[in-house]
Each structure stands twice: as C-alpha cells, then as structure tokens.
C-alpha cells in the first residue's frame, strides 16, 4: 500500500512513486499499470489526481496511453 505525505503536490508525489517503480522494475518496460480507480484507491487521493499525475507521464513519454485498454510504461527505446 502506497502513502503520500509532505509538502510537494500529491500529483507530483505519485508521479515520483511511479517513476521508482517504474526504475525498481516493479511496473516493467512495457507492462500496463494498474487503472486510475487503482491507484487512487491506493494512495487514497482523487482519481483526477492520478488522471493528472499520468499526464505529466505520457508528455515526458514515460508511460503510453491506449484508448480502451489502458496505461502502458514505454518500452525501451533500443
């Protein structure tokens, strides 16, 4: 179970929180993450939270997002 606390924006945190497990190979290369609904159940934020936070995500090309299946971490660029 995630927490976020501090003084940082709870978008920019779980941007962070993501970008980790993205690094770590928690979410691997390719690999869907879990839904909007998911995320925000488990850091007990918004969903629009985390619809923002994934914005942040897909404009820096970190994760891709696929109309009617979801989030995908970016494969690889080799």
Do not use: N
């Not at 993450?33 to 159940?41: G, N």
């Amino acid at each position: 179970m995630g927490s976020l606390d501090g003084i940082e924006p709870l978008r920019d945190q779980l941007v962070a929180v993501i970008r980790e497990r993205i690094g770590s190979g928690e979410y691997p290369r390719g690999s869907k993450l879990p839904t909007a609904k998911e995320l925000a159940d488990e850091f007990d934020i918004s969903a629009r939270t985390v619809t923002d936070a994934l914005a942040i995500l897909r404009e820096s090309g970190e994760v891709i997002g696929v109309r009617g299946r979801g989030v995908f971490v970016a494969p690889d660029d080799e």
